[in-house]
């Protein structure tokens, strides 16, 4: 059973450019989170996503990030104009019920030049 | 959910059993504790999660204190590989907003040989 697939694992972007982080979740889980960790932080909540659904996007930044799960394929971030600030890992994880363990991908590290 | 504390760094020689305590004093009767465990620069990785009784698996043991207000991960042979940054997460069983995941700073932990 493959875990948390995320692509790419490397991203660099220069400012004003966008990045679009994919993230397939484990087979049989409907139920996708993102986390950020910024530099020499711990990990934050961004957003939770059900299939073609948005349940909680209280940790996102108001603007510039967007964030979907469609009825086929990954879930996407989305994040548009970036700045350097938005440097950072982003980690996806996955469960098969928002109460059950959630399993984390190895993540992508999104360098802004 | 309730607030965690851990001790930034420990140091353990391999081949003996780590132990990494949490405090969690204001927790509830329905959080879980999990642990999860971020090997450099990679995604966490879950280790164990329990309500009140002990809990066991391949990775490792997880003691919960009568009184719930602590705990304690034991690694019972510590590799190199096992060094990492280990979260202590205390997590409602359901309801609200307990997908998301709170994050602290976590236990260093350094395994030398």
């Known amino acids: 059973n493959a875990g948390v697939m995320q692509n790419p694992r490397h991203l660099v972007r220069r400012r004003g450019q966008e990045a679009r982080l994919r993230c397939s979740p484990m087979?049989?889980?409907?139920?996708v989170y993102w986390y950020r960790q910024l530099p020499e932080e711990g990990l934050k909540f961004m957003v939770y996503?059900?299939?073609?659904?948005?349940?909680?996007e209280s940790g996102m930044p108001k603007e510039r990030f967007s964030a979907e799960f469609p009825k086929e394929g990954p879930s996407i971030l989305r994040i548009q104009q970036v700045v350097r600030g938005d440097s950072a890992a982003y980690f996806c994880?996955?469960?098969?019920?928002?109460?059950?363990?959630?399993?984390f991908g190895p993540g992508t590290r999104l360098t802004v030049l | 959910d309730a607030k965690t504390t851990q001790p930034p760094s420990m140091d353990c020689a391999e081949g003996r059993a780590a132990n990494l305590p949490c405090n969690h004093s204001t927790i509830s009767g329905n959080e879980y504790v999990y642990w999860y465990r971020q090997i450099h620069s990679q995604g966490p990785q879950y280790i164990i999660h329990?309500?009140?009784n002990n809990e066991t698996n391949e990775m490792a043991s997880l003691i919960i204190t009568e009184d719930r207000k602590s705990s304690t991960l034991i690694l019972p042979h510590a590799t190199l590989r096992d060094t990492a940054v280990y979260y202590c997460i205390v997590r409602v069983a359901s309801g609200g907003s307990n997908y998301k995941l709170t994050f602290g700073k976590g236990t260093l932990l350094t395994v030398n040989p």
């Open positions: 087979k049989g889980h409907s139920h």
């Open positions: 994880a996955s469960s098969p019920n928002p109460t059950d363990t959630q399993y």
């Open positions: 996503l059900q299939k073609e659904n948005i349940i909680d």
């Open positions: 329990g309500l009140k």
